[in-house]
C-alpha cells in the first residue's frame, strides 16, 4: 500500500509538472466542446441536442484518459523507469494501483469539467439526481477509459505502438456504441459487438437518465457492467504487465 | 560465500544468443568490471543479474539469491544504474532520488539525498526538472539513484559514460570506499583506464566470456616491443615477446658501447584485449 501511494503521488507530480499534459488532458476537452456547440447552433432547432451532448462529453472524456494512460505508462518502458521500479522492488499491482489512483484526480476532473460545460453551454436542465447520476456515469468511464489505457499499454513497446488502438478500439466505439444511431437499427453483429465497448454501457445510462423518469433499478445492471469492465481490465493488466524480459 | 555467482548462463533472443555460456564469480567487497564491445552481452549479463530477465539457461546467483525466484528479498539489498537514463524527467534530481530511496524505506532519506545530491555536484540544480540537464548530469542523478539505499552489491552498467574526468574521478573514489566498506561492485564499461581501477575484470565478446584476470594479469598477456638502436650501423631492431622472453632478446647484444638506447613498449589493457578478441574470433 506505501509503494502504491509513492507511485500515485510521483504520478500525480508528474501530471502537474507537465503543462502540455495538462492542457491536453483538461483544456482540449472543454475546447473540443465548445466547438459542438457552434456546429449544433447551425442545425436546425429540432434538433434533439440533450441526446447528443452529455454522450459526445463523456466520449472525449473516454478517450483522453485512455490515450494519455496508456501513453505515460508506455514512457515508463521507453525510459527504462518501468524496469527500474521492478528492480527497486515496485510490484506490478503495486504500480498499477498507484496508476488507477494518481489518475483517478485527473478523470475525476476531467468528468467534471466536461460536464459541467457541456451542460451549461447547452442549456440543459436537469434535477440534481440526474446530474449526480450523470457524474457518477461519465467517473466511471473515466475510470474504465484509465484501466483500458494501463491494459493496451502493456502491449506497447513505444509510444507509436499505442495509436493503432485508438481505431480498433476508440473509434469503433462512437459507431457501435449508440453514440450517433441507436444499436438497435445496426445489424446484428454490429450490436452484439458495441456491447464489447465501455461506452456502449455509459451511453445506454446516460441516455436513460437523461429521460425524465428515471429510477435507478433501470441503470443499475448498466453501471453494473462498467464498473465491472474497469476491474476485469484491472486483472487483465496486472496479469499483462511484463516484470521481466 | 561469494556475492555473485553465474554458471553457464545463457540467453537467447530467437536465434540470437545474447549470452553463451557466461561463467564468473564476484567476491564480496570487490569491484568487478565487464568489459567488451557492444553487442558483447554485457547488459544482458548484468539484467540477469538483477532480475530484469529471464534467461535461456543456466544458473545466477547473488548473495546465494536467485535474481528471479527470490526477487522480492534480492531487491532490498541490490542498487542498479541501468544504461540509459531512466528517470522521471518532468521531475527534479532531488524528486527522483528521492522516489526510489522511499521505495526502500531508506532511514534518514532527506539526509541521504542531501548527501547525493552534494557528491553528485548537483546541490544548485537539485530542485530543477530532469528534462533540463546534460547527459552527464542525468548520469549523476541516475547513480544517486542506484546508491540511495546504501545497497550491498551494485550494478553499474556504463556509471561514467558523457561525465568528466574530474567527476568520473570522484566517482570511482567513491566505488573504491563502498568496496571498503564491504559492499561488491559489478561495473560494465568501455574505458579501459575505469578497466585497470577494477580488482578484476573480465573480457565479454559475442555473449561469451574469453577471459578473466585482474587487469595486470590480463596487461602480462600482452606483448612487448624492445628496441635496440646501434650508432655505428644507424639501424633499429624491433623484437617482440613476453616480458620474460626479452632477457634472451637482449643476451646476444650484451652492453656492446654501440646501443645507444634501447626502448620498451608494452602494450596497452585496450590493445591486449583488443588481440584477445580477434583471437576469439579467429580460434
Same mark, same amino acid.
Given at each position: 500500500?506505501?509503494?502504491?501511494?509513492?507511485?500515485?503521488?510521483?504520478?500525480?507530480?508528474q501530471l502537474l509538472r507537465n503543462p502540455r499534459f495538462l492542457v491536453l488532458s483538461v483544456a482540449a476537452?472543454?475546447?473540443?466542446?465548445?466547438?459542438?456547440?457552434?456546429?449544433?447552433?447551425?442545425?436546425?432547432?429540432?434538433?434533439?441536442?440533450?441526446?447528443?451532448?452529455?454522450?459526445?462529453?463523456?466520449?472525449?472524456?473516454?478517450?483522453?484518459?485512455?490515450?494519455l494512460?496508456?501513453?505515460?505508462?508506455?514512457?515508463?518502458?521507453?525510459?527504462?523507469?518501468?524496469?527500474?521500479?521492478?528492480?527497486?522492488?515496485?510490484?506490478?499491482?503495486?504500480?498499477?494501483?498507484?496508476?488507477?489512483?494518481?489518475?483517478?484526480?485527473l478523470?475525476?476532473f476531467?468528468?467534471?469539467?466536461?460536464?459541467?460545460?457541456?451542460?451549461?453551454?447547452?442549456?440543459?436542465?436537469?434535477?440534481?439526481?440526474?446530474?449526480?447520476?450523470?457524474?457518477?456515469?461519465?467517473?466511471?468511464?473515466?475510470?474504465?477509459?484509465?484501466?483500458?489505457?494501463?491494459?493496451?499499454?502493456?502491449?506497447?513497446?513505444?509510444?507509436?505502438?499505442?495509436?493503432?488502438?485508438?481505431?480498433?478500439?476508440?473509434?469503433?466505439?462512437?459507431?457501435?456504441?449508440?453514440?450517433?444511431?441507436?444499436? %438497435?437499427?445496426?445489424?446484428?453483429?454490429?450490436?452484439?459487438?458495441?456491447?464489447?465497448?465501455?461506452?456502449?454501457?455509459?451511453?445506454?445510462?446516460?441516455? %436513460? *437518465?437523461? =429521460?425524465?423518469?428515471?429510477?435507478?433499478?433501470?441503470?443499475?445492471?448498466?453501471?453494473?457492467?462498467?464498473?465491472?469492465?474497469?476491474?476485469?481490465?484491472?486483472?487483465?493488466?496486472?496479469?499483462?504487465?511484463?516484470?521481466?524480459? | 560465500?561469494?556475492?555473485?555467482?553465474?554458471?553457464?548462463?545463457?540467453?537467447?533472443?530467437?536465434?540470437? =544468443?545474447?549470452?553463451?555460456?557466461?561463467?564468473?564469480? *564476484?567476491?564480496?567487497?570487490?569491484?568487478?568490471?565487464?568489459?567488451?564491445?557492444?553487442?558483447?552481452?554485457?547488459?544482458?549479463?548484468?539484467?540477469?543479474?538483477?532480475?530484469?530477465?529471464?534467461?535461456?539457461?543456466?544458473?545466477?546467483?547473488?548473495?546465494?539469491?536467485?535474481?528471479?525466484?527470490?526477487?522480492?528479498?534480492?531487491?532490498?539489498?541490490?542498487?542498479?544504474?541501468?544504461?540509459?537514463?531512466?528517470?522521471?524527467?518532468d521531475?527534479?534530481?532531488?524528486?527522483?532520488?528521492?522516489?526510489?530511496?522511499?521505495?526502500?524505506?531508506?532511514? %534518514?532519506?532527506?539526509?541521504?539525498?542531501?548527501?547525493?545530491?552534494?557528491?553528485?555536484?548537483?546541490?544548485?540544480?537539485?530542485?530543477?526538472?530532469?528534462?533540463?540537464?546534460?547527459?552527464?548530469?542525468?548520469?549523476?542523478?541516475?547513480?544517486?539513484?542506484?546508491?540511495?539505499?546504501?545497497? =550491498?552489491?551494485?550494478?553499474?552498467?556504463?556509471?561514467?559514460?558523457?561525465?568528466?574526468?574530474?567527476?568520473?574521478?570522484?566517482?570511482?573514489?567513491?566505488?573504491? =570506499?563502498?568496496?571498503?566498506?564491504?559492499?561488491?561492485?559489478?561495473?560494465?564499461?568501455?574505458?579501459?583506464?575505469?578497466?585497470?581501477?577494477?580488482?578484476?575484470?573480465?573480457?565479454?565478446?559475442?555473449?561469451?566470456?574469453?577471459?578473466?584476470?585482474?587487469?595486470?594479469?590480463?596487461?602480462?598477456?600482452?606483448?612487448?616491443?624492445?628496441?635496440?638502436?646501434?650508432?655505428?650501423?644507424?639501424?633499429?631492431?624491433?623484437?617482440?615477446?613476453?616480458?620474460?622472453?626479452?632477457?634472451?632478446?637482449?643476451?646476444?647484444?650484451?652492453?656492446?658501447?654501440?646501443?645507444?638506447?634501447?626502448? *620498451?613498449?608494452?602494450?596497452?589493457?585496450?590493445?591486449?584485449?583488443?588481440?584477445?578478441?580477434?583471437?576469439?574470433?579467429?580460434?
Amino acid at each position: 500500500m506505501r509503494r502504491t501511494v509513492l507511485v500515485a503521488g510521483r504520478v500525480v507530480r508528474q501530471l502537474l509538472r507537465n503543462p502540455r499534459f495538462l492542457v491536453l488532458s483538461v483544456a482540449a476537452p472543454l475546447v473540443i466542446v465548445y466547438l459542438l456547440k457552434i456546429f449544433f447552433d447551425t442545425l436546425p432547432e429540432t434538433f434533439d441536442v440533450a441526446r447528443y451532448a452529455v454522450p459526445v462529453a463523456a466520449f472525449l472524456v473516454h478517450f483522453l484518459a485512455f490515450l494519455l494512460c496508456a501513453i505515460s505508462l508506455v514512457q515508463e518502458r521507453t525510459m527504462g523507469t518501468m524496469e527500474r521500479m521492478f528492480v527497486n522492488g515496485f510490484r506490478r499491482t503495486e504500480i498499477i494501483a498507484g496508476y488507477v489512483l494518481g489518475f483517478l484526480g485527473l478523470a475525476t476532473f476531467q468528468a467534471v469539467a466536461g460536464l459541467a460545460e457541456a451542460i451549461w453551454l447547452f442549456e440543459l436542465d436537469y434535477d440534481e439526481e440526474t446530474l449526480g447520476m450523470l457524474f457518477v456515469v461519465v467517473w466511471l468511464l473515466a475510470i474504465a477509459s484509465v484501466m483500458l489505457g494501463i491494459f493496451i499499454s502493456t502491449f506497447a513497446r513505444h509510444e507509436g505502438q499505442v495509436f493503432p488502438f485508438v481505431p480498433l478500439i476508440i473509434l469503433p466505439s462512437v459507431f457501435l456504441s449508440g453514440l450517433l444511431v441507436e444499436v %438497435d437499427e445496426l445489424p446484428a453483429w454490429a450490436d452484439w459487438l458495441g456491447h464489447a465497448f465501455p461506452l456502449f454501457w455509459a451511453n445506454d445510462v446516460i441516455q %436513460d *437518465v437523461i =429521460e425524465s423518469g428515471w429510477s435507478f433499478e433501470d441503470v443499475q445492471g448498466s453501471l453494473a457492467v462498467l464498473a465491472a469492465y474497469s476491474v476485469v481490465l484491472l486483472l487483465l493488466a496486472s496479469l499483462t504487465l511484463r516484470e521481466v524480459e | 560465500m561469494n556475492s555473485i555467482e553465474v554458471s553457464g548462463l545463457t540467453k537467447r533472443y530467437g536465434r540470437v =544468443e545474447a549470452l553463451e555460456g557466461a561463467d564468473l564469480s *564476484v567476491g564480496r567487497g570487490e569491484i568487478f568490471g565487464l568489459v567488451g564491445p557492444n553487442g558483447a552481452g554485457k547488459t544482458t549479463l548484468i539484467k540477469g543479474l538483477v532480475g530484469a530477465l529471464r534467461p535461456s539457461g543456466g544458473t545466477a546467483r547473488v548473495m546465494g539469491l536467485n535474481p528471479l525466484r527470490d526477487r522480492a528479498v534480492l531487491r532490498q539489498r541490490i542498487g542498479y544504474m541501468p544504461q540509459s537514463a531512466a528517470l522521471y524527467e518532468d521531475l527534479s534530481a532531488r524528486d527522483n532520488v528521492r522516489f526510489f530511496g522511499a521505495a526502500h524505506r531508506t532511514p %534518514d532519506l532527506k539526509k541521504k539525498v542531501d548527501e547525493l545530491m552534494h557528491f553528485s555536484d548537483l546541490s544548485g540544480r537539485a530542485d530543477d526538472p530532469v528534462h533540463t540537464f546534460s547527459g552527464g548530469m542525468k548520469r549523476r542523478v541516475s547513480l544517486a539513484c542506484a546508491l540511495v539505499h546504501r545497497p =550491498e552489491v551494485i550494478f553499474l552498467d556504463e556509471p561514467t559514460a558523457a561525465v568528466d574526468p574530474q567527476l568520473r574521478s570522484r566517482f570511482w573514489k567513491t566505488f573504491r =570506499e563502498l568496496a571498503g566498506d564491504g559492499a561488491t561492485l559489478f561495473i560494465s564499461t568501455h574505458l579501459m583506464d575505469e578497466a585497470m581501477l577494477c580488482d578484476r575484470i573480465a573480457i565479454l565478446r559475442k555473449g561469451r566470456i574469453i577471459a578473466t584476470d585482474t587487469p595486470q594479469g590480463v596487461l602480462e598477456q600482452g606483448r612487448t616491443r624492445l628496441t635496440v638502436v646501434h650508432d655505428d650501423t644507424d639501424t633499429k631492431e624491433t623484437i617482440g615477446g613476453h616480458p620474460e622472453d626479452l632477457a634472451a632478446a637482449l643476451r646476444p647484444y650484451g652492453l656492446q658501447p654501440g646501443v645507444t638506447a634501447i626502448g *620498451v613498449e608494452t602494450d596497452s589493457l585496450e590493445a591486449v584485449v583488443l588481440s584477445l578478441i580477434e583471437k576469439a574470433e579467429v580460434g
